[in-house]
T-cell receptor, first 111, second 114 residues
Framework: TQLLEQSPQFLSIQEGENLTVYCNSS?????LQWYRQEPGEGPVLLVT?????EVKKLKRLTFQFGDARKDSSLHITAAQPGDTGLYLC???????????FGGGTRLMVKP | GAGVSQTPSNKVTEKGKYVELRCDPI?????LYWYRQSLGQGPEFLIY????????DSGLPNDRFFAVRPEGSVSTLKIQRTERGDSAVYLC????????????FGPGTRLTVL
């Protein structure tokens, strides 16, 4: 069974601070995805990382896939209140027909 | 519609009752997924359809849960003899598999079993 563990579970910071969220597994994934979920809504895909060591940037968000494709990180620079939400990492099973999600990191950015 | 839609958005029922949750996927998406998200946790896989058939139902917790997709589009998740532990947000997602593993999620149905 492939498991994904996210840390921290909760993070409360002030606007303008930087933060990093981690997603770790003992299993190798062909790719990892990061989603953001707001209350009352479904997860929305932010990025997919595929290649070991890959770094992708989305405005103030930087995503990195570990060299061994077992872990990933999300770094947010100069966080804003609009970044508040639940950040989820997810990876496909070998057949590619389901996603395994981490437990999520709930981020609150205070103005 | 432009995205995945789910109805109802909220469902409150009593223990022992039967409920049906509906999912309308993005038009043209051949794959459809159901997940369950308990409070404070990430979504957990329930079942996957490719077309009309359930290709993988290994995530269904027990035989009280059943899902159908008779025409390869709309899907209904059915829960018999509901229990308080079934309370959760039920998420539906769809994808066009030839474009990779990206899944598009609906807003979910929040089920509360009293």
């Amino acid at each position: 069974t492939q498991l994904l563990e996210q840390s921290p579970q909760f993070l409360s910071i002030q606007e303008g601070e930087n933060l990093t969220v981690y997603c770790n597994s003992s299993s190798v994934f062909s790719s990892l995805q990061w989603y953001r979920q707001e209350p009352g809504e479904g997860p929305v895909l932010l990025v997919t990382v595929v290649t070991g060591g890959e770094v992708k940037k989305l405005k103030r968000l930087t995503f990195q896939f570990g060299d061994a494709r077992k872990d990933s990180s999300l770094h947010i620079t100069a966080a804003q209140p609009g970044d508040t939400g639940l950040y989820l990492c997810a990876g496909p099973n070998n057949a590619g027909n389901m996603l395994t999600f981490g437990g999520g990191t709930r981020l609150m950015v205070k103005p | 519609g432009a995205g995945v839609s789910q109805t109802p958005s909220n469902k409150v029922t009593e223990k022992g009752k039967y409920v049906e949750l509906r999912c309308d996927p993005i038009s043209g998406h051949t794959a459809l997924y159901w997940y369950r998200q308990s409070l404070g946790q990430g979504p957990e896989f329930l079942i996957y359809f490719q077309g009309t058939g359930a290709a993988d139902d290994s995530g269904l917790p027990n035989d009280r849960f059943f899902a159908v997709r008779p025409e390869g589009s709309v899907s209904t998740l059915k829960i018999q003899r509901t229990e308080r532990g079934d309370s959760a947000v039920y998420l539906c997602a769809s994808s066009y598999e030839l474009e990779g593993p990206e899944q598009f999620f609906g807003p979910g149905t929040r089920l509360t079993v009293l």
